[in-house]
């Protein structure tokens, strides 16, 4: 019987990614972590650290194959997730999702005929190649919409439009976007008026169990539309209506032919007609410690299934319960000012607040915060768990509150 690896290969060492990182030590692994930026946060938590872009599948597989590196993960990158299935299907590593589930997953107009294919709820929509074709569509439907790119990731090029000016002027961007992405295609749809719900959970035996449902407390504003500042459980939903959210999100796992491991899914609950829409699927963790918050309130650690996926140990990937569970959870995101960091202060007075488990500022001195277009702009977070979800809610305000990073212009 062969030993399971002791080495894994980390790709991303973003915020996504520092979680999977700091179990993989947990658990006694050798974590070469792979990043195109060496200030990336996860990078001090790596026993070893290579200067990889994430984008570059041909570069991956260098790695892999120079460091004859057996076992290799990501998690809650979409750009990550496409790189690290193809780079595993390349050299025989053992990997969740195969590149054309990932493919399926990640273009929004495969992935929304298959929705259609399998029956899930889903909203009008068209998938555009030029302003014309949205502009058609906006005259059989009624606005708001909302204009995303076909292939993209962390809520870049996504806009909510109220009128045919905001339209174009959303189609152009999108399309700029889809172009970098490989793929110069809009999806146009119809806003749903409700909230946000993300499901966390992991395919068994081809079927998606839920193990936290989140309630998505985005950012205000139309663009970037729907970064998220939040992910708190209880959802806040009835149990009729988080039924329903799972049922979507199951429906939709069936549609786009997962059969194992890691399932994200976002779902709008239409709290006027009573439906439950499923917007994505994705075969990843989220990218904003969705998984932390499941493992407070489920007691399962969804990173350790990752790692057990690609160090080929059947145990660990199918590790249970094996903390306790909380009542409630919640991850909330630190929103920097825009300029030069001169002053980091305040995370360990925040981790010392009742309820927090975790409180981190990413940028470092000199750093240059950029205004917030896109989830990758976020500059920290905490984590808390506790009874009640106004608990967890207001220990999260706290910590944030004695959180400091001064910038200047």
């Not at 409700?194 to 035996?205: K, N, Q």
Request: charged share 20%; glycine share 12%.
């Amino acid at each position: 019987m062969s030993l399971r690896p002791s080495t894994v290969l980390v790709v991303g060492c973003g915020f996504p990614q520092l979680s999977l990182i700091r179990r993989a030590r947990a658990l006694g692994l050798h974590v070469v972590g792979l990043d195109g930026s060496p200030a990336a946060p996860g990078v001090a938590d790596c026993t070893d650290f290579e200067r990889v872009s994430t984008a570059d599948a041909d570069a991956i597989v260098a790695v892999i194959e120079q460091r004859g590196i057996q076992a290799v993960a990501t998690t809650g990158s979409e750009l990550a997730l496409k790189t690290t299935a193809e780079a595993a299907a390349r050299t025989g590593l053992p990997f969740a999702a195969t590149p054309e589930t990932v493919r399926r997953c990640q273009e929004k107009d495969a992935m929304r005929a298959a929705y259609e294919a399998g029956g899930v709820a889903a909203v009008p929509f068209a998938s555009c190649g030029t302003l014309g074709e949205a502009e058609a569509f906006a005259s059989r439907n009624s606005f708001p919409f909302v204009v995303k790119p076909v292939r993209g990731w962390g809520q870049r090029g996504v806009a909510r439009v109220d009128t045919l000016d905001e339209l174009a002027e959303a189609v152009a961007d999108a399309l700029a976007h889809g172009a970098r992405a490989g793929l110069a295609q809009v999806i146009v749809e119809q806003w749903i008026e409700g909230g946000e719900y993300s499901v966390t959970g992991w395919i068994e035996r081809g079927e998606l169990t839920a193990y936290a449902v989140t309630e998505r407390i985005k950012i205000p504003g139309k663009k970037p539309l729907g970064v998220m500042l939040a992910e708190a459980s209880p959802s806040g939903l009835n149990a009729a209506a988080e039924a329903l959210v799972v049922h979507e999100a199951k429906k939709g796992a069936r549609a786009l032919g997962l059969t194992r491991g890691p399932c994200y899914s976002q779902v709008a609950f239409d709290v006027a007609g009573r439906r439950a829409y499923l917007f994505e699927t994705a075969a990843r963790m989220g990218g904003g410690f969705d998984a932390d918050v499941a493992r407070i309130v489920s007691g399962v650690d969804l990173y350790d299934r990752i790692l057990g996926i690609a160090l080929g140990d059947e145990g660990l990937e199918n590790t249970g319960r094996a903390a306790v569970a909380h009542g409630a959870g919640i991850v909330k995101f630190h929103i920097g000012k825009p300029g030069v960091v001169i002053g980091i202060g305040g995370v360990d007075d925040a981790r010392a607040v009742d309820g927090i488990i975790g409180a981190e500022l990413f940028p470092s001195l000199g750093a240059t915060i950029h205004p917030l277009t896109d989830s990758s702009k976020r500059t920290g977070y905490v984590l808390a768990q506790g009874p009640t979800r106004a608990f967890v809610d207001a220990a999260a305000d706290r910590a944030l509150a004695l959180m400091i990073l001064e910038t200047r212009p």
